[in-house]
């Protein structure tokens, strides 16, 4: 267990609807992490959260998708008008930072999304 | 951006043999270089990391490299057992007081053979 949960584990849906991943690390961590990870390939990085600031995004995420962390505790990511390009698994990484800058990231479980 | 490149995309031991993935990353600026070990179905998971202030570093069997200079590192698996076969991803960042998204490779299936 590394400290994170995310919900839910799967979710199949049809190219054009809305779907909504949601990460609850399970205690306080500063920064909070959304990556994607398509089959054969290692996660790439989307977005990350430092408290509830969105701090940066990268340019796979279209502006139909959106991430907020609204409390600094859990985060949420939404993709809009779900494309069959979405399908993959979504995974939310939390790490802690400390007083010498460590840099471990622990991923949760992650949401496998199919878009039919 | 950076760029990390990960060989070979595939690599099958023997049982008790040794193991070696090798990455190379692109940004000089980069100084945390984690690898990441991900089962079927499972979520990677971090089996070791280094930083550019040292040149190697060991965990019982797991062993990594670092060379600043030529800008590769590499991960050392000795004595392979059938629970060492899944993907490794190796990764790079750059640490910084806020930024610190992961670049990944495009991973290493290790198969460990009876």
């Known amino acids: 267990d590394t400290g994170v949960s995310q919900d839910p584990r799967h979710k199949i849906t049809k190219r054009g609807q809305n779907v909504t991943f949601r990460c609850d690390p399970i205690?306080?961590?500063?920064?909070l992490y959304w990556y994607r990870q398509t089959l054969g390939q290692g996660p790439e990085f989307l977005t990350y959260f430092q408290n509830e600031a969105q701090l940066e995004k990268s340019r796979l995420l279209s502006d139909r998708f959106s991430a907020e962390r609204p409390k600094g505790s859990f985060s949420t990511l939404e993709i809009q008008r779900t494309e069959q390009g979405d399908s993959a698994m979504y995974l939310c990484a939390i790490q802690t930072s400390g007083p010498r800058g460590r840099n471990e990231q622990f991923f949760g479980p992650g949401t496998r999304l199919t878009v039919l | 951006g950076e760029n990390v490149e990960q060989h070979p995309s595939t690599l099958s031991v023997q049982e008790g043999d040794s193991a070696v993935i090798k990455c190379t990353y692109s940004?000089?600026?980069?100084?945390?270089f984690p690898w990441y070990k991900q089962e079927l179905g499972k979520r990677p998971q971090l089996i070791i990391d280094i930083r550019s202030n040292v040149g190697e570093k060991k965990d019982q069997r797991i062993a990594v490299t670092l060379n600043k200079t030529a800008k590769h590192f590499s991960l050392h698996i000795t004595e392979t057992q059938p629970e060492d076969s899944a993907v490794y991803f190796c990764a790079a960042s750059q640490e910084t007081g806020t930024a610190s998204k992961l670049t990944f490779g495009t991973g290493t299936r290790l198969q460990v053979t009876l």
């Open positions: 940004d000089s600026a980069s100084n945390y």
């Open positions: 205690s306080e961590h500063n920064r």
